[in-house]
């Protein structure tokens, strides 16, 4: 029925008109040099037209409607610019744009549901910038978070990649692509090979509780992929990378643009021979032979300036060769498809209806026979609406249902579903010229633990170059079907068994933080001050000994709380015009009340630091040096033949990785670089499961 009412809502929409009779034209140029950027992107808020400028830094707009309105300008390395106007305006605009280390103008759209200056926004977010994306060898969506990310780490594994964000595990982050949730996991952790970063303009991070907005699962936080949106008649973007253990990436995308409709595709093909540290043939390789493919189509029609429909979808197939005896093979497979249509109420706001089904399979493979393991199929329909009350007052409201259902017979689970029916609301005020405020609140209603209300209240005040921020939130995530159904024999040559609790209750957070940023023309400076306590976290728990079922038991179980801790500290120089530096520091604590003892899996320190230099040169050479640490981390190690565990803290180590690039011309990149530089590996403890020094090649080709 919500299907329905959103193809409606589409049809209705479609048929509304409005008269366009005016144009406005503009240049873009440099403040420093005073020469026009070429390639600009310059956007009319609040309609759907977009356009880049041409050799001479030239943009023009046609059949707009008497009124106010606002553009907004951006160009990579440069600060946003946003301007108000008036149709008809006379004569032509000038926009002049300052260089800049880190954009505060640039808008963001995951904290608040709705577009929003980064400087502006009262919840802290981090935003990885197209520039951040495309100026380091960031093959992958981990490698671009945990390089720009103090307090996040990604471990590669057997069974695929896992995340630790804010002393937590992947199952409480969640993770979106232009908004919508990813279904499927392993151990947590969603199948990160289904994330690119062609055509991702930025990242954007939301460190602490978001339930608010997002739900259940977001108690450490968000991480929302925003593609880029296409304002060039013909893009075309294809780089490809190679490594060591016959680790090769190939990217290719085309964007379309044929009157008011524009076509976008792009397929990714990765695969990895993988490696093993420890050459033990029981523990098998430490990450397995792996080949993926993934191919992404999208259709965006804008019939008006103020109507834009979108329908896209993707394939994904991941084949993983298992060394472990006692596993088969492995395929991954996933198909996702979603249906939006956007009206934009002039000078009022805009209300955007959503459909999203997203279906992940997780098979057996022996020889030509592939027996289904698991299928996680997550519906999600919405509608949202922001109504701009006046210059200084924003309201979100929106209403969703989502239904999640599990197959999963390696967890014997034979079919599960779950649904949650959703209203939310978000008030976005800005009081004076110095203090802004935002408060949520969320009803939840799940078939299974009926009513849950959440709520959110952030507070920022300016004066100048020094903002300060203030975040208090309540979390809350539901048990997942596979932590109440589940029983699984993990593979291993002791046995070991985890089942799952019908009994277990919905954890809960309380989240507060204070923030503090000083923002200059060289340098952006933030310090962040968190605590996240959580109450009835669900954890494994090993059963006392049964002599009917001999070895290691472990169930699910709500333990009592959980305390977070934390500070983050981010930084980002320009000390001289070709040097620029950015990085980070995090500490944290999480400890397990229960048990007194730290949480399994974290680390209490970590740091990154980038320094790029640019030389002035024709084909403009570039050299990065980045150096990751990693402080010491709590881990359980389980000793296979006699079953006995033990906890112990792992060593702290550094990681450095050096990368040269060139641009013979100005489509074309030529990347190289070496990853490890001083060969750290740990081939007994594991407090890394990096391989050891790596050498990469990467080409790029990218025009617009």
């Known amino acids: 029925m919500i299907k329905n009412i959103i193809i409606s809502v589409t049809l209705f929409l479609s048929n509304i008109t409005n008269a366009q009779n005016n144009s406005l034209a503009g240049t873009v140029i440099d403040n420093n040099s005073g020469l026009p950027l070429i390639g600009a992107h310059v956007m009319v808020v609040g309609t759907t037209l977009g356009t880049a400028t041409n050799n001479l830094g030239y943009f023009v707009f046609n059949n707009l409607s008497t009124g106010k309105y606002k553009l907004l300008v951006s160009y990579s390395g440069y600060s946003t610019c946003d301007i108000e106007l008036t149709i008809p305006f006379g004569g032509t605009i000038e926009v002049i744009m300052h260089p800049t280390v880190f954009d505060i103008n640039q808008v963001v759209v995951t904290g608040t549901r709705s577009p929003k200056p980064l400087k502006e926004?009262?919840?802290?977010?981090?935003?990885?910038?197209?520039?951040?994306?495309?100026?380091?060898?960031?093959?992958?969506?981990?490698?671009?978070?945990?390089?720009?990310?103090?307090?996040?780490?990604?471990?590669?594994?057997?069974?695929?990649?896992?995340?630790?964000?804010?002393?937590?595990?992947?199952?409480?982050?969640?993770?979106?692509?232009?908004?919508?949730?990813?279904?499927?996991?392993?151990?947590?952790?969603?199948?990160?090979?289904?994330?690119?970063?062609?055509?991702?303009?930025?990242?954007?991070?939301?460190?602490?509780?978001?339930?608010?907005?997002?739900?259940s699962n977001a108690m450490a936080g968000v991480i929302n992929i925003i593609s880029k949106p296409q304002v060039k008649p013909l893009v075309t973007d294809i780089s490809t990378r190679y490594s060591n253990f016959n680790t090769s990436l190939i990217d290719a995308g085309v964007g379309v643009i044929n009157n008011n409709l524009t076509t976008t595709s792009a397929y990714r093909f990765s695969h990895t021979d993988g490696y093993d540290l420890n050459k033990i043939i029981s523990d098998g390789s430490t990450v397995e032979r792996t080949t993926s493919n993934h191919f992404n189509q999208k259709f965006l029609w804008a019939p008006q300036v103020n109507i834009e429909i979108e329908a896209k979808g993707s394939v994904f197939n991941n084949y993983m060769d298992q060394t472990l005896p006692m596993r088969n093979d492995k395929v991954h497979s996933n198909f996702d498809y979603s249906l939006r249509t956007k009206y934009y109420f002039k000078n009022v706001g805009n209300i955007e209806a959503t459909w999203h089904e997203d279906n992940y399979k997780t098979y057996e493979k022996d020889g030509f026979n592939r027996d289904l393991q698991y299928y996680n199929k997550y519906q999600n329909a919405r509608i949202i609406g922001n109504v701009i009350l006046n210059k200084t007052n924003n309201i979100t409201v929106g209403t969703e249902q989502i239904k999640e259902s599990l197959v999963s017979p390696r967890n014997s689970i034979v079919g599960k579903t779950n649904t949650d029916r959703v209203f939310y609301i978000q008030d976005d005020a800005k009081f004076t010229g110095w203090l802004s405020l935002t408060g949520g609140l969320r009803y939840n209603y799940n078939t299974e633990f009926e009513n849950h209300t959440t709520w959110q209240l952030s507070a920022m005040a300016k004066y100048n170059w020094l903002t300060l921020r203030g975040n208090l939130a309540t979390g809350f995530k539901t048990p997942s079907l596979k932590e109440r159904y589940m029983e699984y024999r993990i593979p291993s040559g002791f046995p070991i068994t985890l089942s799952g609790n019908e009994n277990l209750k919905p954890e809960e957070s309380q989240y507060q933080s204070v923030s503090a940023e000083v923002s200059l023309e060289r340098i952006n400076f933030s310090i962040n001050f968190y605590r996240n306590n959580i109450d009835k976290m669900i954890t494994e728990v090993e059963l006392p000994f049964n002599p009917l079922a001999p070895g290691l038991n472990y169930k699910y179980q709500n333990v009592d709380e959980v305390k977070v801790y934390g500070i983050d500290i981010l930084m980002n120089l320009h000390p001289i015009n070709n040097l620029v530096i950015n990085g980070g520091y995090s500490y944290y604590r999480a400890t397990n009340e229960s048990q007194d003892r730290q949480l399994i899996g974290s680390r209490n320190h970590s740091g990154r630091v980038n320094l790029s230099y640019n030389f002035n040169e024709k084909i403009t050479p570039k050299i990065s040096l980045l150096g990751s640490y990693y402080g010491d981390i709590y881990r359980t190690i389980l000793d296979e033949n006699t079953g006995k565990e033990t906890n112990a803290w792992l060593d702290d180590f550094i990681l450095w990785k050096v990368i040269f690039s060139v641009k013979p011309f100005k489509q074309l990149t030529i990347t190289a670089g070496i990853d490890n530089i001083f060969d750290y590996s740990d081939k007994v403890t594991f407090a890394t499961f990096n391989p050891g020094r790596t050498y990469f090649i990467g080409l790029r080709y990218f025009y617009n």
């Open 121 to 215: 926004t009262p919840v802290v977010t981090q935003v990885i910038s197209s520039s951040a994306l495309s100026d380091f060898d960031v093959p992958t969506i981990e490698t671009a978070i945990e390089r720009n990310v103090a307090g996040v780490e990604f471990t590669s594994g057997s069974y695929g990649s896992s995340i630790q964000m804010m002393g937590l595990p992947g199952n409480y982050v969640v993770f979106l692509k232009d908004g919508n949730k990813i279904a499927g996991e392993t151990n947590g952790n969603i199948d990160y090979n289904r994330l690119s970063t062609l055509g991702a303009d930025r990242i954007e991070i939301l460190r602490g509780a978001s339930s608010v907005l997002y739900g």
